[in-house]
């Protein structure tokens, strides 16, 4: 096992080795515009099996294809119109489809569903990497499972640094949160799996049909949507959610309790006041949401309070991911 990751800058050397060591089975921590991602030849069932060996991931929760274009859907998966569509208007960028596999992707990949989920990643270091390897890339966020997200380098190397050698370091994430994905398998009822920067609103424009949430699933068997199992994005320290920060409960609260506003705040400061956004802009919102939750979780506070974002959009996907980080399982 190697003893710790190095980050590396994106130069042309750098991406043509860590292209040959991903074609050689090899796994490479990749930034991505939502949040970083643990990268595998997504055609090598042995290199995609570290992926879950690395990240402590259970073999029933599936990995999402990462393509460079276009032309690659279609050996990956099973294209239908509606998925053209979608990939025509919201592609390189953070929109993830389902849909019925071809058979040169190996069933660890999928966790054994006849599906598989395929994202054109628009961060520029990743597809000139994906375009170098030549092969689509499955990977995971690049976090130890169960943990909050990876959106910086530094972040990829305090959970996984001893369990991987290559860190490419593609500075912040942008959006923030995981892709939108939607289940497409059924071309004429769209499901959405997971909130994200595309919104509902956003693909039912696009489709011409309505994308309802998919039906809560069994506990068993291959995940359908991530989030089933227990604390899943969840920080160490309790997380309690609020739809309103009370300032009389604020105040009445020990300073070993942390407060993350979405906005900062005017009237209170202090050691345990923290704030998402400066405006609380929802952009910028979710562009800080995993980096302060684990910022405030290594301060070892007894509880962290959040507010929940209002209204619907891009507040849809920040609020799955704050009850996510808030259940107990
Ligand atoms: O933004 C993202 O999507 C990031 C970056 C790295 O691209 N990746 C990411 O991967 O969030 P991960 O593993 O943390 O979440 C992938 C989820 C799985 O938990 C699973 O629920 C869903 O994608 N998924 C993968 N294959 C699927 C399939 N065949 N059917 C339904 N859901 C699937
Ligand atoms: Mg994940």
């Not at 966790?111 to 499955?138: D, E, N, Q, T």
């Not at 976090?143 to 001893?162: C, D, I, M, Q």
């Not at 227990?230 to 309790?238: D, L």
Request: charged share 20%; glycine share 8%.
């Amino acid at each position: 096992m190697p003893s710790s990751a190095r980050i590396l800058r994106g130069t042309p050397a750098t991406l043509a080795h860590l292209a040959r060591r991903l074609r050689a089975g090899e796994l490479v921590a990749v930034p991505t515009e939502t949040v970083y991602g643990l990268a595998a030849n997504a055609l090598d069932a042995r290199a995609c099996r570290r992926i879950f060996t690395a990240k402590g991931r259970p073999a029933n929760d599936p990995l999402i294809v990462h393509i460079h274009a276009l032309a690659q859907l279609g050996q990956v998966a099973e294209i239908n119109a509606a998925a053209l569509k979608l990939a025509q208007k919201f592609w390189p960028g953070p929109l993830t489809l389902v849909l019925p596999k071809k058979s040169v992707i190996p069933s660890v990949v999928s966790a054994g569903l006849p599906s598989v989920a395929v994202r054109m990643p628009s961060h520029p270091l990743f597809r000139r990497l994906l375009k170098l390897a030549g092969v689509p890339l499955a990977a995971p966020s690049a976090n130890a499972f169960g943990y909050v997200s990876p959106t910086s380098a530094e972040h990829v190397r305090a959970g996984l640094g001893k369990k991987i050698r290559y860190i490419l370091d593609g500075g912040p994430c942008t959006i923030g949160l995981e892709s939108t994905i939607v289940d497409l398998r059924d071309p004429r009822r769209p499901r959405l799996l997971r909130p994200g920067a595309v919104t509902r609103a956003e693909l039912q424009r696009v489709l011409g049909v309505g994308v309802q949430s998919a039906p809560k699933q069994a506990k068993t068997g291959a995940q359908l949507a991530p989030g089933l199992l227990a604390r899943h994005y969840s920080p160490r320290t309790p997380v309690v959610l609020h739809a309103r920060f009370s300032v009389a409960a604020l105040a009445r609260s020990s300073a070993r309790e942390a407060w993350v506003f979405l906005a900062k705040p005017k009237q209170v400061t202090g050691k345990n006041i923290f704030w998402l956004d400066a405006h609380g802009e929802l952009h910028g919102v979710a562009r800080h949401l995993f980096a302060t939750l684990r910022l405030v979780d290594g301060f070892r506070f007894t509880r962290i309070h959040v507010e929940l974002a209002r209204g619907a959009g891009l507040a849809d996907a920040i609020n799955d991911r704050l009850r996510r980080a808030a259940s107990r399982g």
